[in-house]
């Protein structure tokens, strides 16, 4: 029985028909950053609400010039990249669909080929990344894997300028993309998760040290982000545990998360986006943790938005965690990609096709637009 999961529930100034989301997935088809058409036929392939998602929520869109970590991924801080993003929001719409853009930083997880003037990738502290990047080979469209480039540490100056840019890029995807709203991507080991972990940040300033500290710059990107759209238009992705891209688990997760959340409560936030465990890999890790302890620390600090969780979820699993709770939205990320109307085989019970994994990433329609959908 999928009962809970295809009941509505209002997300913000949304009502949606399900709690079906389809999860942010990188597949670096936006040459130069500017979005395509064939991007707006995927997602528009998706965005059916009563067979596909009842929200999207959009592939990471690099919010400023450095805040990219891999080739042909999109932007959202330009008129071009507006303009393509508009294509994509329009052809969901037709649907009936709605969609979030991801805003995203990758911080230290990038490389000098795609930083401007080849310069270093920034971070909270000059602390590699022991993680990879995609970028392009020289003299050629393709490319392949590094290992990501030694970042240089924020100066305290240039802070209030990215928040600026987190909001500025909010305000474009909002009023000139025509998204329904924006994601603000602190997961993944990514700059705000850098921010929040001490593996990664050991400022000695007011956005580094304690766990206050270490929220300082969150919860201003938090903020900004809302006064320039409203909070009702913004959610929040995090990954308290996860330890890829190099951040591993902070000893204090905990009471870590536990106060961001409980900060950003008066911020009313549309939803919180919560990935258990490894991104995309086990949900059970050594280092225990408490969602649902998380969840409350949020209502605790006034929230009323809903809670999103994320990572490895089929209909059964979905169906468990909203009955049980907090869940109240589940997104879905891989299953999305092979599967277009993936809400309506979750309700019949497959079947399901399966992801041609050599496709993913960059290249063509092959692999992108021609998952065929159950009555084609």
């Known amino acids: 029985m999928t009962a809970r999961l295809f009941s509505p529930l209002r ?5 949606l028909s399900t709690r079906v989301v389809m999860a942010p997935l990188t597949r670096s088809r936006a040459p130069g950053g500017i979005p395509t058409e064939s991007m707006a036929r995927y997602y528009a392939q998706r965005a ?64 000098t080929s795609l930083q401007p003037k080849e310069g270093a990738p920034v971070a909270p502290s000059a602390i ?12 050629g469209a393709s490319g392949g894997f590094q290992m990501a480039s030694e970042p240089r540490e924020l ?9 600026r840019n987190f909001a500025a890029a909010a305000r474009l995807a909002v009023d000139e993309a025509g998204f329904d709203g924006v994601e603000i991507h602190g997961a993944n080991g990514y700059l705000i998760d850098q921010f929040l972990k001490s593996s ?19 919860l201003d990107v938090i903020r900004a982000v809302v006064k320039a759209v409203g909070g009702a238009r913004v959610g929040l992705r995090i990954s308290p545990v996860s330890p890829v891209n190099g951040i591993g688990s902070d000893p204090e997760a905990q009471p870590l998360f536990e106060h961001l959340l409980r900060e950003a409560g008066p911020s009313q936030l549309a939803y919180v986006h919560v990935v258990e465990g490894a991104t995309g890999g086990a949900r059970e890790l050594p280092q225990a943790f408490d969602y649902k302890a998380l969840c409350a620390a949020w ?20 169906e468990q965690a909203l009955a049980a709770g907090p869940a109240e939205l589940v997104a879905f990320g891989r299953p999305f990609i092979a599967n277009p109307d993936l809400a309506a085989r979750m309700e019949r019970g497959g079947p399901f096709n399966e992801i041609d994994r050599s496709r993913l990433y960059g290249g063509g329609d092959a692999g992108y637009l021609d998952y065929p959908a159950l009555d084609a």
């Not at 100066?155 to 928040?163: D, R």
């Not at 209502?299 to 979905?318: S, T």
Request: net charge negative; with cysteine; aromatic share 10%.
């Open 155 to 163: 100066m305290f100056t240039e802070i209030s300028e990215v928040v």
């Open 11 to 15: 997300v913000g100034r949304m009502e």
């Open 299 to 318: 209502r605790d600090g006034g929230a009323q938005g809903a809670w999103m969780v994320n990572n490895g979820y089929n209909a059964e699993m979905a």
């Open 48 to 111: 059916n609400p009563d067979t596909g998602a009842s929200l999207i929520i959009s592939e990471g869109a690099g919010m400023a010039p450095r805040a990219f970590g891999y080739v042909d991924v999109p932007g959202i801080y330009n008129e071009a990249h507006a303009a393509g993003w508009k294509l994509v929001t329009d052809a969901v719409h037709e649907q009936g669909g709605r969609i979030f853009c991801q805003l995203w930083h990758v911080g230290r997880v990038s490389h």
């Open 128 to 139: 590699r990344a022991e993680a990879q990047t995609w970028v392009p080979a020289a003299g």
């Open 200 to 218: 990664a940040n050991q400022r000695s300033d007011s956005y580094g040290g304690d766990i206050e500290g270490r929220c300082h710059f969150p």
